[in-house]
């Protein structure tokens, strides 16, 4: 019993399920190994796996991005949407958007750094001559800091080189990008 209170603390959602399920089959004993059917992924049976292994990147493919150059035509969707979320407190990519904290990115690719009209842009960001393309993005991303020291962008970086490539065709394939 003092199993299962550990349990619920881990995963309520599973408790749930096995409120409705009327108990006995869910008895969570995730050392024993002769349970049945409820550990599906995790399993280290000697049995070879029929389905895909867990660990297998499933990759969403989207239409969205069908028109980009490599390698942001293959990029994640999910992940790419996803991992806008941390910029989306500052910044809008549609056309016509508003400034937030930070500018509006729509039709950015091709254009010179600090263009927006209306924001007010850092010093750093007024001195530099920087043309954004997809690379020079994932450069910014990776450290705003140390790529233009000065600049306001109070953003620590998109750490994982993935979520770069993934974020980078979202923002491509929202704002207009044409490789023209
Ligand atoms: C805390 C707010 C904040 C977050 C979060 C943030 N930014 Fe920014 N961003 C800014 C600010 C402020 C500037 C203007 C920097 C300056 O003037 O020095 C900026 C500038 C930019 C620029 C240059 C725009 C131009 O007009 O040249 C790009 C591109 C950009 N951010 C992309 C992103 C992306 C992509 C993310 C998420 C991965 C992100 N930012 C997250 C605040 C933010």
């Known amino acids: 019993m003092i199993f299962s209170a550990r349990y619920v603390v881990a995963s309520s959602a599973a408790l749930a399920l096995a409120a409705c399920g009327g108990g006995d089959a869910a008895d969570p004993a ?51 949407r996803r ?24 039709g950015m690719f091709g254009r010179g750094i600090g263009a927006v009209e209306g924001f007010n842009y850092s010093k750093a960001v007024q001195d530099s001559d920087i043309i954004w393309t997809p690379e020079i993005l994932a450069e910014w991303l990776e450290s705003p800091r140390n790529f233009l020291p000065g600049n306001n962008m109070s953003f620590a970086g998109v750490r994982k080189p993935e979520d770069r490539t993934a974020v980078i065709a979202y923002i491509m394939s929202e704002t207009g990008y044409s490789s023209e």
């Open 30 to 80: 995730p050392t024993d190994s002769s349970t049945p059917a409820q550990s599906t992924t995790e399993t280290t049976s000697t049995e070879t796996p029929i389905s895909a292994p867990a660990e297998t990147v499933e990759i969403s493919v989207s239409e969205a991005f069908a028109a980009l150059p490599e390698p942001y035509k293959s990029a994640d969707y999910d992940r790419g």
């Open 83 to 106: 991992t806008y979320k941390l910029c989306q407190s500052c910044h809008t990519l549609n056309e016509g958007g508003p400034n937030l904290v930070g500018p509006n990115l729509y």
